[in-house]
């Protein structure tokens, strides 16, 4: 029928449009010109049409492996305070708001990255240190006691360690300290 087409249509230009999305991306990754950032925000609006491609939200990764403010952003635009207040955002209609919190939400569902791992080795220091960091920076924007439930799924990620345990020390570290101060 002339409505099944219809359907059959719209499912191949979203899937030639993400084809060539993804090439589009490639593309600017593959420039020195790019920033990171710069690309991450481009890549913001298609985070579900990236989430599943090859590619994947490749520059929110590696924005996200090295910038823990970044990642309490995307939570506080994604996750209610701890008090439950909304929060004031000039400039914006309630349906961006929905979209930029859909969007937070579908890049850090669909993001790979832990922070600290190199395509060589992982470091657990510098993962240590991006908890700390990301931890300080959540408190600040009212999100430290929503924070960690994503934090978890970073946790999630990390390698074993060297003496076959996991998560890393580095991480254990900062599990103990989170636990401490609770």
């Not at 593309?27 to 049409?49: H, K, M, N």
């Not at 579908?106 to 395509?119: I, K, M």
Request: with cysteine; net charge negative; glycine share 6%.
């Amino acid at each position: 029928t002339i409505m099944h087409l219809g359907a059959r249509d719209t499912e191949v230009n979203r899937n030639l449009f993400s084809y060539h999305l993804e090439e589009l991306f490639d593309c600017l990754d593959g420039r020195t010109d790019a920033e990171v950032s710069d690309i991450a925000r481009l890549e913001f609006p298609f985070a579900r049409l990236l989430e599943h491609s090859k590619r994947g939200m490749k520059a929110h990764d590696r924005l996200l492996a090295e910038n823990p403010a970044y990642f309490a952003e995307l939570i506080s635009w994604g996750y209610h305070s701890d008090s439950g207040e909304e929060e004031a955002v000039d400039g914006l209609t309630e349906e961006q708001l929905q979209n930029r919190a859909s969007n937070a939400h579908q890049v850090l569902h669909a993001s790979r990255f832990v922070p600290g791992r190199t395509e060589a080795d992982f470091d657990a220091e510098k993962c240590s240190e991006w908890f700390a960091q990301c931890r300080e920076q959540l408190k600040e924007r009212n999100r430290g006691r929503t924070g960690p439930y994503a934090l978890a799924e970073v946790v999630r990620r990390t390698p074993v360690d060297d003496d076959d345990i996991w998560p890393v020390a580095g991480i254990r570290d900062a599990i103990e300290k989170l636990s401490n101060e609770i």
